[in-house]
């Protein structure tokens, strides 16, 4: 089995059972995310230093514009995608096996958590893992304390509000509020 095997499955939203030789790597590549996690959660970093470990963690190149406050944590890290100009407080917690997508210019509170994977309902199958995307489009604004949950798309320019749990994709320049975050205003260009 191979990462890249994993994450077209995961990306195409296929289920991940439990018994499976993709379950069992998934838990393997989780192993290496802890691994990097503690490194960059064990201290103080210079920022130079914390992109380079968030670069190693994720899997790909990480922007100079991006600015990471640790701790953070991810329990995957290999299907995260950041943009630039992104700003992530301390805190924040990212399930990212079902794939994470932050765009340009988007400023993440401190304790934020993204979950990307559901398990199943059927207590026979609670080992299977039924991933979904997280898409947080460009200029957007996540509160302290806000859970994205999975498949959830956030439009560009727009404002989930401190402590909302967001279980439906939130338009375009929308503020969004509460549990079950709803649509309160608009934000003004």
């Not at 790597?25 to 103080?44: C, D, F, I, K, P």
């Not at 899997?59 to 991810?74: E, I, M, Q, R, W």
């Not at 279980?167 to 929308?174: R, S």
Request: aromatic fraction near 4%.
């Amino acid at each position: 089995m191979e990462l890249t095997e994993l994450l077209a499955e995961l990306d195409a939203g296929r289920t991940i059972t439990g018994d499976s030789p993709l379950h069992g790597l998934m838990h393997r590549v989780s192993q290496e995310a802890l691994r990097l996690t503690g490194e960059l959660n064990g201290g103080y970093r210079e920022p130079e230093r914390v992109r380079e470990l968030l670069a190693l963690l994720i899997g790909k190149p990480v922007d100079d514009s991006v600015t990471l406050f640790p701790p953070f944590n991810a329990d995957f890290g290999k299907n995260i995608t950041l943009g630039k100009r992104i700003f992530i407080n301390a805190g924040c917690k990212f399930q990212d096996q079902g794939g994470v997508s932050i765009g340009d210019d988007t400023l993440i509170g401190h304790n934020v958590v993204i979950a990307t994977l559901n398990h199943d309902l059927a207590p026979s199958r609670r080992a299977d893992m039924h991933p979904a995307p997280v898409a947080i489009g460009r200029n957007v604004w996540i509160g302290s304390n806000a859970t994205i949950l999975p498949g959830v798309r956030i439009g560009d320019d727009a404002v989930v509000a401190a402590a909302s749990v967001v279980t439906k994709d939130v338009p375009e320049g929308a503020v969004v509020v509460g549990s079950p975050a709803r649509v309160v205003r608009t934000v003004a260009g």
